[in-house]
């Protein structure tokens, strides 16, 4: 019960729960069975009761929620495995979308991305960075909240009209960085960004039920129009990883994980990653384990992984590689020196050899010591090998356990909300005066006068202030406070029980 069968060489080949958050990489060229063995150890991570977490790049991922088709030649490869039990049957899966098109919206906060990551996603230059950094600054010693994209455009229109005191207490600010972090910015919301970034923002408690069965919710990221824009999927993945790691109780080893990971198109994450960001996913990659979770990439060729990560993944499948270019050879020749040797085995050759379905497979066994690598049969999941369609999609998410808790967005008050009142109340108390442009053009009367009269009493003269004036001045002072000072753009990560960084 502790164990997953993945296939079968000489003999069967498992994967041992307790070393399954030492994370792994199912590798292998196009049509080589690289998904239906990814859709295989999903499904059985879910009859055990974890939790899983998938990138459905291509769409065809999403048969994971629907039963499969029983056929003569599934029952004899299940038979020649020795799967005794097989028949079947579909798993429990919650449908999440970015944009909240084919699934639950999922979102976080500016404030919760960060201005490291935000960075990575408008593709800015380090003097560009520097700039955002001191905009979060800004809006941190200011008590103002960062939620979507509206308050990030708000704050960046501030420090462009106050660019010259800003400059003199954060450091220099020069025009054309800041317009070119907006023109991004406007960017980003053109590839999709304003959808993702607002409330109700994700609880990572929801990426981590099961049914009342005991099995784990197979949790589907619709990313087939999200790979488009590669930037904000390979930030979204090391954000939620992020989260993760940062929020997660240490357990150690358990017994099981507490969720399971798994990336596909991987080479995505670390294309143009700069040297400090990979540094983080590396440190994350190490660390994370001991918060019960697995990670596992999925790509074609197991350099697309850097070496410092590739040297951490300890459960390894990896299907056939052609070695047709001087690429492909290479690719090879890594694949065969990451494994274990078999003195039955020449790896280098049987790479080019094996057959769609088939895999060189290695696990950890006992004391998370590497097993020798098998030729292995991989064993068919139980669910539908092909994508479902739009209407079972949508009875699916009719009948999620999340509901409707994400699917309306909420705009509470915040950066953009806060600056905008600000803008009107320096407006009010410096309005041209209706008595003042009758006197100019010499109408004068009673209906002047009572104007006139009004507005001393609200905004004030030259000898005494107005109440307008007297009110904002107090509510200035509230603002500046040392209590103002204090509230922190993760607040409401805190109202959330989330932790708040920068």
């Known amino acids: 019960m502790n164990t997953l069968l993945i296939g079968k060489g000489d003999q069967q ?78 798993n429990p899966a919650v449908l999440w979308d970015l944009a909240g098109i084919q699934g639950h919206p999922l979102r976080t906060t500016i404030s919760e991305m960060g201005p490291t990551l935000l960075s990575r996603i408008l593709e800015l ?58 023109r991004a910015v406007l960017g980003l919301e053109r590839d999709g960004g304003k959808d993702f970034f607002g409330e109700p923002a994700l609880q990572l408690d929801d990426l981590m039920r099961t049914n009342l069965q005991g099995r784990g919710i197979i949790n589907l990221l619709a990313a087939n129009k999200l790979i488009l824009t590669p930037r904000l999927y390979s930030s979204f993945l090391l954000w939620l990883l992020s989260e993760l790691f940062e929020n997660l109780p240490e357990v150690g080893d358990p017994e099981k994980p507490k969720l399971v990971f798994f990336i596909d198109e991987a080479h995505l994450l670390f294309e143009g990653c700069p040297p400090s960001l990979l540094k983080r996913v590396e440190q994350i990659m190490r660390l994370i384990r001991s918060k019960g979770v697995g990670v596992y990439f999925c790509s074609q060729f197991p350099d697309d992984v850097p070496s410092e990560i590739l040297g951490q993944l300890g459960n390894r499948i990896q299907h056939a590689l052609r070695a047709y270019t001087p690429r492909d050879q290479k690719a090879v020749k890594t694949a065969a020196e990451t494994f274990v040797p078999n003195p039955k085995l020449v790896v280098s050759e049987v790479i080019s050899q094996l057959g769609v379905g088939e895999a060189l497979v290695s696990m950890l066994a006992d004391k998370g010591v590497p097993t020798m690598v098998e030729r292995a049969l991989i064993a068919p999941p139980r669910c539908r090998m092909g994508p479902a369609t739009n209407e079972e999609l949508q009875q699916v998410r009719a009948q999620s356990p999340i509901g409707g808790k994400y699917d309306h967005a909420i705009n509470r008050e915040s950066a953009y909300e806060r600056l ?44 005494r202030q107005g109440l307008a004036e007297t009110l904002s001045k107090q509510a200035a002072r509230t603002v500046g406070s040392q209590l103002g000072k204090q509230i922190l753009r993760g607040i409401l990560g805190g109202m959330l029980g989330k932790s708040s960084r920068r």
Request: proline share 2%; glycine share 10%; net charge negative.
């Open 125 to 182: 230059n380090d003097t560009q960075s520097g700039i955002l950094d001191i905009v979060f600054q800004l809006a941190d010693d200011q008590g103002l909240l960062l939620l979507d994209l509206d308050d990030l455009r708000a704050m960046l229109a501030l420090v462009a009209e106050e660019r010259k005191e800003v400059s003199a207490k954060y450091g220099l600010i020069s025009a054309q960085s800041l317009a070119a972090i907006q």
């Open 13 to 90: 080949v498992h994967l041992n729960l307790k070393y399954a958050n030492r994370h792994g990489l199912i590798a292998g060229a196009t049509g080589t069975g690289k998904t239906v063995s990814l859709m295989s150890l999903a499904e059985g991570f879910s009859r055990q009761g974890v939790p899983v977490f998938i990138t459905d790049v291509k769409g065809d991922i999403s048969g994971l929620a629907m039963a499969g088709t029983p056929s003569e030649e599934l029952l004899q490869r299940a038979a020649q495995i020795g799967i005794e039990d097989y028949h079947n049957e579909a």
């Open 420 to 463: 905008n009142q600000r803008r009107s109340g320096a407006a009010t108390s410096n309005p041209t005066s209706t008595a003042s442009d009758a006197a100019n053009d010499g109408q004068t009367g009673q209906k002047a006068e009572e104007q006139g009269w009004f507005s001393e009493l609200i905004f004030g003269n030259k000898r």
